[in-house]
């Protein structure tokens, strides 16, 4: 990375820089208004996964945009904010009832301790709420969110497309984290930026910084499922293998290794099948291939906020953006 001043190891709000620490603050209590429901067993599964944590990284990315870009209207920015956040928790409700995941931060899963029945319909609700408060804004920002959510669907179609398949490429893993993750990012940077009032040039700009900030996001995470450890990542390791997913890791090793291709088209593959697999992954040299190409993101995201004039939350955005990488350093 360019900077040399130091930084934590993980992307929270908190690391992203203090100057964002009372709209983030915002965030938050605006997310606990909205979780509430005249049904309790919404609000308490709602509460359930919003409250567990999550590093927030979309609402802070939004704010410092918004920020770096000159906004002051603090509503605008935190309602999008948390539309953001309420969008991304309801994908995480429905990833866990297809994986059929049991944890999620460390905890039993929604899944798990609701139920499918209710967690889908939780998940819904999430969904209407962020549209709720996306009814406030012009029919600009309204079409990017629903653009987001539309990418995002079709990104998990097409992962299952590919799930436990081996003839999977870099190009179909590239097209399914720019629909489920990156169209995310892209969207709440352009949208921070365009409630800024910033030119069509910087919200452009923004857009193409928060596309690369997604994609180096999904990438490093990928790296982690196969590097990290349960106690970090707050989720089994490895989950990426056992649920079939073409993690970036996956994708690149399968290319020289017909055993590790036979062990992902398991349908249920054993954990010795899971052990097998990642200690392949790992001998197999394409870990540092996945640094490189999470950090060709990152250099991508900076370049596009060569734009934005210096100050201090440019300077925190990019400190947000590099510490992306910095949790495989």
Same mark, same amino acid.
């Given at each position: 990375?360019?900077? $040399? ?34 049904? %309790? ?22 704010? @410092?945009? #918004? ?13 999008? $904010?948390?539309? =953001? ?7 995480? =409700? ?5 994986d059929g995941s049991e944890v ?6 929604? @899944?798990?301790?609701?139920? @499918?029945?209710?967690? =889908? ?5 999430? #969904? ?9 804004f012009e029919e600009q920002v309204?079409?990017? $969110? ?23 490429? @870099? ?13 995310? #990012? ?15 040039a910087i919200v452009e700009s ?10 180096? #996001? ?19 390791? $490895? ?23 036979? =062990?992902?088209?398991? %349908? ?62």
């Amino acid at each position: 990375m360019n900077s $040399a001043r130091p930084r934590s190891a993980r992307p929270t709000p908190g690391a992203a820089g203090m100057r964002v620490g009372a709209e983030l603050a915002q965030v938050e209590r605006r997310l606990s208004e909205l979780l509430t429901s005249r049904e %309790p067993r919404l609000a308490e599964i709602a509460k359930y996964l919003v409250a567990s944590g999550g590093k927030r990284v979309r609402p802070a990315v939004a704010v @410092l945009v #918004f920020r770096a870009c000159g906004g002051d209207d603090l509503s605008e920015i935190v309602d999008a $904010a948390v539309a =953001l956040e309420l969008i991304h928790s309801a994908t995480l =409700l429905h990833d866990d009832i297809i994986d059929g995941s049991e944890v999620r931060r460390g905890n039993d899963s929604a @899944l798990r301790k609701y139920g @499918l029945g209710d967690t =889908l319909v939780t998940g819904d609700f999430l #969904f209407c709420r962020a549209f709720q408060l996306c009814a406030r804004f012009e029919e600009q920002v309204i079409g990017w $969110a629903a653009e987001a959510c539309v990418s995002l669907t079709e990104g998990e179609i097409l992962q299952a497309r590919f799930r436990h398949n081996p003839a999977v490429t @870099l190009d179909d893993y590239m097209e399914i984290i720019t629909r489920k993750t990156a169209s995310l #990012f892209q969207q709440g940077a352009r949208t921070g930026a365009h409630l800024a009032r910033a030119d069509a040039a910087i919200v452009e700009s923004m857009r193409r910084c928060g596309f690369s900030v997604g994609l180096a #996001f999904q990438m490093v995470d990928d790296l982690l499922d196969v590097t990290g450890t349960e106690e970090r990542l707050g989720k089994p390791v $490895a989950i990426d293998l056992r649920d079939g997913n073409p993690s970036l890791p996956v994708v690149l090793a399968m290319r020289d290794d017909l055993e590790l291709r036979r =062990l992902f088209e398991k %349908p249920e593959p054993s954990a010795a099948d899971v052990s097998a697999a990642v200690t392949r992954i790992q001998r197999s040299g394409v870990l540092d291939q996945v640094r490189a190409l999470a950090c060709q993101h990152v250099e991508q995201a900076r370049t596009a906020m060569t734009a934005l004039p210096p100050s201090g939350y440019k300077d925190d955005l990019l400190d947000l953006i590099d510490q992306l990488v910095e949790r495989v350093s």
